[in-house]
């Protein structure tokens, strides 16, 4: 009967799990060793596009207020415009009456001193 578990052959065994187990952990902090500055790099670019990004949005709100006031200006002096134009054609259907009446009173009293200087001839 074979004895288990005893024995140069099972330190052997043991040792070179313990090996490869300590070889493989050593390894894995290389690895992530290497990889770290890759790693902090991509994480400053990420951090550097996102500020960037928020300069973008804090200038894009700036204008767009900008705008926002710059359009309300505009409309209340559009508005303004309208109102004066509106007096403007008002004013002018009033002259455009008054000629109106003054030309028919024209046409009256030219059509009046026609008749009364044929009535004075007679």
Known sequence: MKRRG????FLVSTLVVVLIVVAAVVLAGLALLAL??????RRREREQHRARLAREVAGHREEAST???SAADAA???EAHRRV???H???AQELEDDAARAQ????FHKQRAR????????
């Open 6 to 9: 005893g024995g140069y052959g």
């Open 36 to 41: 770290r500055p890759r790693l902090e790099a």
């Open 67 to 69: 705008r926002g006031s």
């Open 76 to 78: 209340r002096e559009a």
């Open 85 to 87: 134009a509106a007096d």
């Open 89 to 91: 054609v008002a004013k």
């Open 104 to 107: 028919r009173a024209a046409a």
């Open 115 to 122: 008749e009364s200087g044929e009535e004075l001839e007679r």
